[in-house]
């Protein structure tokens, strides 16, 4: 599975983006997908989670700005992200995997995509 995320760029402090991750390959062994922000010289962060069933997770920072959708047929992944905020900047991966007794691998990952919101 290759993941290739897209849509980053500049924003303004409550502006809109729009990220897209397509997925070429099997994916059926797939049952997660998600979006994790890193910052230069932080660690990787949950973002959001999506279900095959399309229950979605946020981290508690972006809940209710940010929602996280799937299309099966077009095996991509989006985010939508509302009222941004500077602390919204880094690099956006997206990733899939597999959830199992409420824990979660993440067995793919795609390129990152930059997401810089200016105050």
């Known amino acids: 599975v290759q993941l290739q995320a897209s849509g980053g760029g500049l924003a303004q402090t409550g502006g809109s983006l729009r990220l897209a991750c397509s997925a070429s390959?099997?994916?059926?062994?797939?049952?997660?997908w998600g979006w994790f922000r890193q910052e230069p010289g932080k660690q990787r962060d949950m973002v959001a989670l999506?279900?095959?069933?399309?229950?979605?997770d946020y981290a508690d920072s972006v809940a209710g700005r940010f929602t996280i959708s799937r299309d099966t047929a077009k095996k991509s992944v989006y985010l939508q992200m509302d009222r941004l905020k500077p602390e919204d900047s880094g690099v956006y991966y997206c990733?899939?995997?597999?959830?199992?007794?409420?824990?979660?691998?993440?067995?793919?990952w795609g390129n990152g995509t930059e997401v810089t919101v200016s105050s």
């Open positions: 390959g099997s994916i059926f062994s797939i049952n997660l």
């Open positions: 990733a899939a995997g597999r959830l199992q007794l409420g824990s979660y691998d993440m067995d793919y």
């Open positions: 999506i279900t095959r069933s399309n229950n979605a």
